[in-house]
């Protein structure tokens, strides 16, 4: 008869008493990167914003523009149309000093060109760019000719070229389609301290303005 062999029960492995904190610090380590990034987003949209910069008008020093907006355009939205010579292809310039936070489409394209006007439409702005002013002031161009010659990131000064007017996007005619932002809120448009006048879209209206967006030192 054979003998009755009895195995014995195997002992658990000792966990390594480091393992289990390690992973612990890891994902508090993980979770305060997260928070911190989300806190670089938020908070400063949650400072009141600073004092209004001295924006200028979007275009060439000493150019007479028409503003104007029609009702549907949304309130505080402007138009700009040169008041002589052709729109397409004429010089954007930052209004103020700032950073680049959007450059490229928004939305599509379409097919309005210099060679064929009346091409399709896009939807959206076309080629824009907006800008980050700080103090939470933002300014936007819209319906460019052409890609934006400026990236996002890059610092711009005032009267820096961004791009050219064109009629990209959702838009019937060249012109610049501009925007001046306080926050989230789109607020009216100064220019050179002034105020456009233009709030509603209750109905059209057009005022004349002539750019004050000169190089330092010139008369």
């Known amino acids: ?8 029960p195997s002992r658990p492995r000792p966990r390594r008493p480091g393992g289990n904190r390690i992973v612990r610090v890891l994902l508090a380590l993980a979770v305060v990167a997260a928070l911190a990034g989300i806190a670089v987003v938020v908070v400063p949209r949650l400072l009141a914003p600073g ?49 680049v936070t959007e ?17 399709p439409r896009g939807r959206g702005g076309g080629y824009w760019v907006k800008i980050d002013h700080g103090g939470r002031w933002e300014t936007q161009y819209l319906h460019l000719l052409e890609p934006p010659l400026v990236e996002v990131g ?3 000064a005032q009267g820096e070229q961004l791009g050219k007017v064109g009629s990209t996007g959702n838009s019937g005619a060249p012109h610049l389609h501009y925007e001046q932002r306080r926050g989230w809120e789109k607020v009216e448009t100064h220019f050179d301290g002034t105020p456009s006048g233009i709030t509603h879209d209750d109905r059209e209206y057009t005022v004349r303005r002539t750019s004050n967006n000169c190089p330092a030192g010139a008369p």
């Open 1 to 8: 008869m054979l003998p009755t062999v009895t195995s014995r």
């Open 154 to 156: 890059q610092r711009v």
């Open 103 to 119: 450059a490229g489409i928004n939305g599509s394209l379409g097919g309005r060109t210099p060679e064929n006007p009346d091409g």
């Open 51 to 99: 004092p209004r910069p001295l924006f200028q008008l979007p275009v060439a020093c000493g150019e007479t523009w028409q503003l104007g907006t029609y009702p549907g355009h949304d309130d505080y939205d402007v138009d700009l149309f040169p008041t002589e010579g052709e729109a397409w292809g004429r010089p954007v310039l930052a209004s103020a000093e700032g950073r």
